[in-house]
């Protein structure tokens, strides 16, 4: 039987049992959460439709614990997010299977010689989605396995997410810019195809009009996804690398910049263009991560606790492991303010 044909069947048995899909996958595993009664009911309608019952149980017990699926789409793994998943995993007993892919390949997640082996074969308890997928992916994923989204939204999709609080990250870092005297902010890096990216831009806007600062048109750059590897680096500065010196001469003292990665790129094509930082502009960056080796300066940012957001991911799945009809939610984490070396007064 094909992925497809799977996911069909369960879609199948799930409607005429009454009862989500994620419970009928359950329950064809002999899962001892489900109620003998719902198992029951479920068995009799998958023998009805000719589906091969069977699978492996899996519990709470500690010697067979829940195996969640970990999907990926990026070229650069996570690293923050890897290792809190891990520590989080081991507090909560459950198996990680790490799949990870290029993000130019993550619409084929599911063709037949892409599919990963523990969706393939039922294996996976939940889905814990890292980066920014299709939305279709999202969503057959979603339909198929209790799913977590970290940090990307997809509206419609039926699936948690874990989140940061972007309103006030972005507040802390104007509040911070404010106080060392700079008045003209400029954002650098808004990514429509992000949702992340349009939050925080978002956010910007608002905290300049909540401070009473000018909202300067010319003064926000937006970047495109590359098309060579889906991902936003390395970051294209050819088309507007000058527009960006010009505001800077022209009396825009600081930069914002939604991501720490693309912020550095920022300060790398400033000091190329004869800028210094922090003396002669301002950078801040969003969600810390470890330092670059390259020759710039320490970006100040906000940190976000990611132990404490793959923490509650997992408990997201195992919780609608136990509910699979309970609401979805979207919770957020919040930020913390994280000094660096690329702020100073405005001159």
């Known amino acids: 039987m094909s992925s497809n044909e799977r996911a069909i069947g369960l879609a199948k048995i799930a409607e005429n049992a009454q009862v989500a899909v994620s419970t009928v996958s359950r329950a064809l595993r002999n899962s001892p959460e489900i109620h003998p009664k719902t198992r029951k009911r479920i068995l009799r309608e998958a023998q009805a439709l000719g589906y091969e019952t069977g699978g492996r149980a899996r519990g709470k017990n500690p010697a067979n614990p829940a195996q969640i699926l970990v999907l990926t789409a990026g070229e650069e793994p996570p690293r923050g997010y890897m290792t809190g998943l891990s520590q989080a995993s081991i507090e909560q007993n459950v198996t990680l299977n790490f799949h990870s892919c290029p993000a130019t390949d993550a619409a084929n997640l599911l063709q037949p010689d892409k599919i990963p082996v523990a969706l393939k074969q039922g294996l996976a308890a939940g889905a814990i989605l890292i980066y920014r997928w299709p939305t279709e992916i999202a969503e057959q994923v979603a339909r198929q396995l209790p799913t977590v989204s970290l940090v990307h939204t997809y509206p419609d999709v039926p699936a948690d997410t874990i989140g940061i609080q972007e309103s006030g990250g972005i507040a802390l870092l104007v509040d911070h810019l404010r106080k060392l005297g700079h008045k003209r902010i400029g954002f650098f890096g808004l990514c429509p195809d992000l949702s992340w990216s349009r939050a925080r831009y978002g956010a910007y806007v608002d905290a300049l009009i909540g401070s009473n600062l000018p909202i ?7 970047i495109a996804l590359r098309k060579d590897n889906g991902t936003l680096f ?13 505001q800077v001469r022209s009396g825009v003292s600081a930069w914002i910049v939604p991501d720490e990665g693309v912020a550095y790129a920022l300060e790398v094509a400033l000091i190329e263009q004869g800028l210094r930082i922090p003396e002669d502009v301002s950078v801040v960056g969003f969600h ?5 080796a390259i020759n710039a300066p320490l970006v100040t940012s906000v940190a976000v606790n990611v132990e404490e957001m793959t923490r509650l991911a997992i408990k997201r799945i195992l919780s609608r492991q136990e509910e699979p009809d309970q609401e979805h939610l979207t919770l957020l984490v919040r930020c913390k303010f994280a000094p660096g070396e690329s702020t100073g007064p405005c001159r």
Do not use: G, L, Q
């Open 234 to 246: 390395p970051v294209d500065f050819s088309t507007n690398i000058d527009a960006i010196v010009k």
């Open 288 to 292: 810390r991560h470890p330092r670059p």
């Open 216 to 222: 300067i048109p010319e003064a926000t750059f937006r």
